[in-house]
């Protein structure tokens, strides 16, 4: 296996986990997109019922888990789509008993000074779309839907633009220590010095 940072050679090349670059997974990426942790956001759990829990689902750069998290981040994009301020659903970690999502609902921040949204309420929104989403009595893994019930487990509202730690949870865990948060006018973004057109970075060239 050639692959590096958690990379799964597939025969014909390299299947590269989030944020890693190269034809062996080898680098890190010049730049990592953080926007949406600009925004609030609510915790949330699911409990797919049709799906039983296997060892792999751990592993989050294995092909198992990365198919599960495909598949539940495009059905929760249909589901939540039409509630006011969703941007994206990230999965947090899977658990057994049938597989336990834990998952986080981005919601895109205020624009200019707007004040930012009753996240009860939109909670609420959000539970009633899952809960009231159509759920086949048979699911097949191929057809894309899963069958799950869905329960509110917190509230964020993320701060701390500055810290490094806030990049760390992003970036491969090889390089994790060399990136940093920059800011711009619509973006947050995780760079490193060999990032371009950034204030203080340097040619690194190929290395």
Same mark, same amino acid.
């Given at each position: *296996?050639?692959?590096?940072?958690?990379?799964?050679?597939?025969?014909?090349?390299?299947?590269?986990?989030?944020?890693?670059?190269?034809?062996?997974?080898?680098?890190?990426?010049?730049?990592?997109?953080?926007?949406?942790?600009?925004?609030?956001?609510? +915790?949330?759990?699911?409990?797919? !019922?049709? @799906?039983?829990?296997?060892?792999?689902?751990? *592993?989050?750069?294995?092909?198992?888990?990365?198919?599960?998290? *495909?598949?539940? $981040? @495009?059905?929760?994009?249909?589901?939540?789509?039409?509630?006011?301020?969703?941007?994206? !659903? @990230?999965?947090?970690?899977? !658990?057994?008993?049938?597989?336990?999502?834990?998952?986080?609902?981005?919601?895109?921040?205020?624009?200019?000074?707007?004040?930012?949204?009753?996240?009860?309420?939109?909670?609420?929104?959000? +539970?009633?779309?899952?809960?009231?989403?159509?759920?086949?009595?048979?699911?097949?893994?191929?057809?894309?839907?899963?069958?799950?019930?869905?329960?509110?487990?917190?509230?964020?509202?993320?701060?701390?633009?500055?810290?490094?730690?806030?990049?760390?949870?992003?970036?491969?865990?090889?390089?994790? @220590?060399?990136?940093?948060?920059?800011?711009?006018?619509? $973006? +947050? +973004?995780?760079?490193?010095?060999?990032?371009?057109?950034?204030?203080? $970075?340097?040619?690194?060239?190929?290395?």
């Amino acid at each position: *296996d050639p692959c590096q940072n958690g990379g799964h050679w597939t025969g014909t090349f390299c299947l590269c986990p989030p944020n890693t670059d190269g034809a062996r997974c080898q680098f890190g990426a010049s730049t990592i997109n953080i926007t949406a942790e600009l925004g609030p956001s609510i +915790l949330m759990l699911a409990r797919v !019922t049709n @799906r039983n829990f296997s060892e792999d689902l751990r *592993d989050t750069s294995s092909p198992t888990y990365r198919s599960f998290v *495909d598949e539940f $981040s @495009r059905m929760m994009d249909r589901i939540y789509h039409n509630v006011s301020g969703y941007s994206s !659903t @990230r999965v947090l970690t899977l !658990t057994r008993g049938s597989v336990v999502v834990n998952y986080k609902v981005m919601l895109h921040p205020p624009a200019g000074d707007k004040p930012t949204p009753d996240l009860h309420r939109r909670a609420r929104e959000l +539970l009633d779309a899952a809960n009231a989403a159509a759920q086949p009595r048979n699911c097949s893994h191929s057809a894309g839907r899963c069958q799950a019930s869905h329960r509110r487990s917190g509230t964020s509202l993320t701060g701390g633009f500055s810290s490094p730690e806030l990049c760390r949870k992003y970036a491969p865990a090889n390089f994790s @220590r060399y990136y940093y948060p920059y800011r711009t006018q619509n $973006s +947050l +973004l995780c760079i490193t010095n060999c990032t371009l057109n950034v204030p203080g $970075s340097i040619n690194c060239n190929n290395g």
